[in-house]
């Protein structure tokens, strides 16, 4: 059974969300629901154990209701028989990996792996080319662990807020010695320009500004923090 979150791959982690998302369910029906996907049973199963037995169960189910941990990623992923690179780097990332992340965005709490599938190469490859996309996001998808995913997402997201602060920051600068030399009128609204960009600055440096970003961490937590009981 599965006890953790280093062990609930990403396809299942979506099933517990549909899960919790049906509010037609009682809450014996939705512990039932929760073994059934973590211990790879049919509900029937489960509605055949011992009673004892299920509620061992239903306590070792107890880690979904807890936030999932983040760490950093690792370089390289074995992802069922895809060899993967990560590329989190913002500035490394080609024009067509951006534009995807960017379009697909919207979709990550429906389908991350389609979101993870921009970052997660394999070895050897260009983005797209060489191999069969679809077939790695449904690899992502049954053996990639949603911690792994989400720290992947979350490092990438640290990354992009870095390299925009940094941007704004040289903007600013720029800005600014620009503001000087000018005169009159056009000072003014230079000078409030800047002070606008600043505010900016001052929004990313306080983390903000990552509320600017799309929405890619929005994968519920299961049901709050209520417990199996």
């Known amino acids: 059974m599965i006890t953790n979150y280093n062990q609930l791959p990403i396809g299942k982690y979506k099933k517990l969300v549909e899960i919790a998302?049906?509010?037609n369910l009682t809450e014996d029906e939705q512990n039932i629901a929760i073994v059934a996907v973590l211990a790879d049973m049919t509900e029937e199963e489960v509605e055949a154990m011992?009673?004892?037995e299920m509620r061992a169960l239903c306590a070792k189910a107890g880690f979904i209701y807890e936030q999932p941990p983040t760490t950093k990623p690792k370089t390289r992923y074995k992802i069922g028989r895809f060899d993967c690179e990560v590329q989190t780097k913002p500035e490394k990332l080609t024009t067509a990996q951006y534009t995807d992340f960017?379009?697909?965005?919207?979709?990550?709490?429906?389908k991350p792996e389609?979101?993870?599938s921009i970052f997660l190469v394999p070895r050897g490859m260009k983005y797209c080319d060489g191999y069969d996309i679809e077939e790695l996001q449904q690899a992502i998808n049954d053996h990639l662990p949603i911690g792994q995913g989400l720290s992947i997402l979350a490092f990438f997201l640290r990354r992009l807020q870095t390299s925009i602060e940094s941007t704004l920051i040289f903007s600013a600068s720029m800005m600014k010695a620009v503001t000087m030399s000018a005169r009159g009128e056009k000072k003014e609204q230079m000078k409030a320009k800047l002070e606008e960009l600043?505010?900016?600055i001052r929004s990313y440096g306080s983390g903000d500004g990552l509320l600017m970003l799309p929405p890619l961490l929005g994968l519920p937590i299961l049901l709050g923090n209520r417990s199996i009981n």
């Open 114 to 116: 389609v979101v993870l």
């Open 21 to 23: 998302k049906r509010g």
């Open 102 to 110: 960017k379009q697909l965005a919207s979709v990550a709490d429906d």
């Open 50 to 52: 011992p009673y004892v």
């Open 198 to 200: 600043l505010g900016a």
